[in-house]
């Protein structure tokens, strides 16, 4: 306990450095602005702009990639009750209350309460982080190569079993993220392995970011742009002195929704396919079930703004401490910042604590000053991030789409990983348009190389046996909660065919 | 919608298949000493791959999958248009980009999606074809030292490199 302290007090010194002060105020502001732009949110804001972190040392990347995620959490509350569309999928569940709020004329209330509860809901869950990631880091070191692998089947099939996707879909999304992840050289044998058309460009592999942009940024935009064809009505807010006094006085009256929500996102937030859409949800479901006055919700209840809001915020922390601690990504956000540690030279997983105490305890101790940074930006800016919503999409999207090429072209300077990121975005904005999901195959390519190679060494110490992963403890209990996972549609499949009989059958 | 759910799986299972054949050129069975074949890995999740590809055809058969079902047409003439301006302007600038570089691609993109496809006005979308580049290459060429592609037009940059570099 006491060593947490000193990291922690360790990690504040380096954070309160100017350099580092200045990089979490600009995060959370582009964050902000990310996130209050309807359609962007922060994993399209991390993908877009992690090619631009190359500038600063790692420890500083994380920090300001940690901060627009941060200000994107927050920043999608604007737009929900701004515009009545949910700045990002996180933001939804603000929209339910939120826009009833702020079309009664109380839509500065309404900010101030979601900004309040994004600060609680941030503040608890990193104070939960905390606590929890060194025994959970120092616990994982003992991992062999049977339960990293299981591991990732477990991950894996928390997208099959709580994704809610079209199940076949959904495997086949992370099968093909795998399978690009598997392009390159062979790391046991050093073949050349799928190197379609022979072209040169596919032996460096399919690098994560070309996925990721291509499908957060291109097929996002094109995917926005189709979707945003209707004129927007912008609701009018002023912030004063005296209505943040009475906002943060409404909010007051939140506390147990705003408490409920931070620990259920939290929670909910570790888990790699749920995060912080569904915790907001569920989190408004609750905060609606455990209300006085249930039927006032959605037309303007305050609770509504406050737990989906904290929730959100929590878990978007949550979601880091998987990443952080086991190297197995709790979101697509943070599959995207695993794979920046990769390209800035750190090996993710429990070793991070002992080898780059620097490095995480930075980012933790960032945590803390991001919440309250943004917290007070969004307070002080609401008239500029007002100003955004109005932005027309034919700006925002060419500059959007510049920064995609030029984003995919620097990580490995070649042409070849352009067309290709072009390729996915098409494909992708395609895809989506039939309910494929997107976000297993980009945890798959950031997974993918870790993936092959716990499982080579495991079947290389079984002699090719896969009893191996059920022999040992720890293995063979993640496998059985993977394998009850990948069974739960079955069974929900198997219910619904009993509850509608016969009639059922034809259909 | 229906067919294209229909067009889409059949796709996706040949592109499965091409994997499958592409990873079956290396050895896909059991290594003695080292272990499964530097094939195996990616030709058994192509293999997944396909199985899927075939529910997907089999839940179409059965239409119970949504866009199985659905009656709505898959893009419209609206999304259609929107789609070919998009996907195809952004796939016209990366082929100029081989020719001219991204100094002078990525203006003209700029102007032809803001003053053609915007309609904002001249000075807005002039002050932006201006402003992105010169921010890029401060930014990219000066501070990060990395040389985006500039095609034919390279030996224009040559005085820039002297000045700064």
């Known amino acids: 306990m006491i060593e947490i302290f000193q990291h922690l007090i360790e990690g504040f010194a380096i954070v309160f450095?100017?350099?580092?002060?200045?990089?979490?105020?600009?995060?959370?502001?582009?964050?902000?602005?990310?996130?209050?732009?309807?359609?962007?949110?922060?994993?399209?804001?991390?993908?877009?702009?992690?090619?631009?972190?190359?500038?600063?040392?790692?420890?500083?990347?994380?920090?300001?990639?940690?901060?627009?995620?941060?200000?994107?959490m927050y920043g999608g509350a604007i737009s929900s009750i701004m515009l009545g569309i949910p700045g990002a999928s996180t933001a939804v569940a603000t929209t339910f209350d939120g826009r009833p709020m702020a079309m009664q004329g109380h839509a500065d209330r309404a900010l101030i309460v979601a900004a309040s509860a994004s600060f609680v809901g941030g503040t608890i869950s990193v104070i939960l982080f905390t606590l929890f990631a060194p025994p959970l880091a120092a616990w994982a070191l003992a991992f062999g190569s049977p339960d990293i692998f299981a591991l990732m089947i477990l991950a894996f099939a928390t997208f099959v079993g709580l994704g809610g996707?079209?199940?076949?879909?959904?495997?086949?999304?992370?099968?093909?993220?795998?399978?690009?992840?598997?392009?390159?050289?062979?790391?046991?044998?050093?073949?050349p392995r799928l190197i379609f058309f022979d072209l040169p460009g596919f032996y460096h592999g399919v690098n994560f970011l070309v996925l990721a942009i291509g499908i957060y940024g291109i097929a996002e935009m094109l995917w926005t742009l189709e979707r945003s064809g209707g004129k927007v009505?912008?609701?009018?807010?002023?912030?004063?002195?005296?209505?943040?006094?009475?906002?943060?006085?409404?909010?007051?009256?939140?506390?147990?929704?705003?408490?409920?929500?931070?620990?259920?996102?939290?929670?909910?937030?570790?888990?790699?396919?749920?995060?912080?859409?569904p915790g907001s949800l569920m989190a408004y479901g609750v905060a609606k079930q455990l209300s006085k006055h249930p039927e006032t919700f959605g037309k303007g209840n305050v609770d509504g703004v406050a737990a989906p809001e904290s929730a959100n915020n929590a878990a978007s922390t949550g979601s880091m401490l998987p990443m952080l601690t086991l190297g197995i990504p709790g979101s697509p956000t943070t599959a995207i910042l695993l794979g920046g540690m990769v390209i800035w030279g750190l090996e993710p997983g429990p070793r991070l604590f002992v080898t780059q105490t620097e490095f995480v305890w930075g980012l933790i101790a960032s945590l803390y000053a991001a919440n309250v940074f943004t917290l007070v930006i969004n307070l002080a800016f609401i008239p500029a991030f007002i100003w955004v919503l109005k932005l027309p999409f034919t700006i925002l999207a060419p500059v959007i789409y510049v920064l995609c090429i030029i984003g995919g072209y620097a990580p490995t300077q070649d042409m070849h990983d352009v067309w290709l990121m072009f390729i996915f975005g098409v494909?992708?904005?395609?895809?989506?348009?039939?309910?494929?999901?997107?976000?297993?195959?980009?945890?798959?390519?950031?997974?993918?190389?870790?993936?092959?190679?716990?499982?080579?060494?495991?079947?290389?110490?079984?002699?090719?046996?896969?009893?191996?992963?059920?022999?040992?403890?720890?293995?063979?209990?993640?496998?059985?909660?993977?394998?009850?996972?990948?069974?739960?549609?079955?069974?929900?499949?198997?219910?619904?065919?009993?509850?509608?009989?016969?009639?059922?059958?034809?259909? | 919608m229906r067919r294209a759910e229909l067009i889409m799986a059949v796709a996706m299972a040949i592109l499965s298949a091409c994997f499958m054949w592409k990873s079956a050129e290396l050895p896909i069975g059991w290594v003695q000493g080292s272990g499964p074949g530097a094939g195996a890995y990616p030709f058994w999740l192509s293999t997944g791959m396909l199985i899927c590809c075939v529910l997907m055809i089999v839940n179409w058969v059965r239409r119970s999958s949504p866009p199985s079902r659905s009656t709505e047409?898959?893009?419209?003439?609206?999304?259609?248009?929107?789609?070919?301006?998009?996907?195809?302007?952004?796939?016209?600038?990366?082929?100029?980009?081989?020719?001219?570089?991204?100094?002078?691609?990525?203006?003209?993109?700029?102007?032809?999606?803001?003053?053609?496809?915007?309609?904002?006005?001249?000075?807005?979308?002039?002050?932006?074809?201006?402003?992105?580049?010169?921010?890029?290459?401060?930014?990219?060429?000066?501070?990060?030292?990395?040389?985006?592609?500039?095609?034919?037009?390279?030996?224009?940059?040559?005085?820039?490199?002297?000045?700064?570099?």
Not at chain 2, 100 to 129: D, K, Q, S
């Open chain 1, 17 to 72: 450095t100017p350099v580092n002060l200045l990089i979490i105020l600009v995060g959370c502001t582009v964050g902000l602005f990310i996130g209050a732009m309807p359609g962007l949110g922060s994993v399209n804001g991390v993908a877009i702009l992690l090619p631009m972190t190359f500038i600063v040392p790692p420890t500083s990347a994380i920090i300001f990639l940690a901060a627009i995620y941060y200000g994107a």
């Open chain 1, 165 to 191: 996707d079209d199940i076949p879909k959904t495997i086949f999304s992370i099968l093909i993220g795998l399978v690009l992840s598997a392009v390159g050289l062979d790391i046991v044998s050093g073949r």
């Open chain 1, 233 to 277: 009505i912008v609701s009018q807010a002023s912030v004063s002195i005296a209505s943040i006094k009475d906002g943060i006085g409404e909010f007051l009256t939140t506390f147990k929704a705003t408490t409920m929500g931070s620990l259920l996102g939290y929670f909910v937030g570790i888990l790699p396919a749920a995060g912080a859409t």
């Open chain 1, 427 to 507: 494909v992708g904005y395609l895809l989506r348009k039939l309910d494929y999901p997107m976000a297993p195959a980009v945890l798959a390519i950031v997974l993918g190389p870790l993936a092959e190679s716990s499982l080579r060494q495991s079947l290389l110490m079984s002699h090719g046996s896969a009893m191996i992963f059920f022999n040992r403890p720890l293995s063979a209990t993640l496998m059985v909660v993977a394998l009850v996972l990948l069974l739960l549609p079955l069974v929900s499949v198997f219910k619904k065919k009993k509850a509608s009989g016969p009639s059922g059958a034809s259909a």
């Open chain 2, 73 to 165: 047409s898959y893009m419209d003439g609206h999304s259609l248009r929107l789609f070919l301006y998009g996907a195809g302007s952004l796939g016209i600038m990366i082929a100029l980009i081989h020719v001219i570089g991204v100094y002078f691609a990525v203006p003209l993109y700029l102007i032809f999606y803001m003053r053609f496809l915007g309609r904002h006005a001249w000075r807005l979308t002039g002050t932006m074809a201006v402003a992105t580049p010169v921010i890029t290459f401060m930014f990219f060429e000066i501070v990060l030292n990395i040389t985006l592609p500039k095609g034919m037009t390279e030996p224009l940059f040559y005085p820039l490199f002297d000045l700064f570099l």
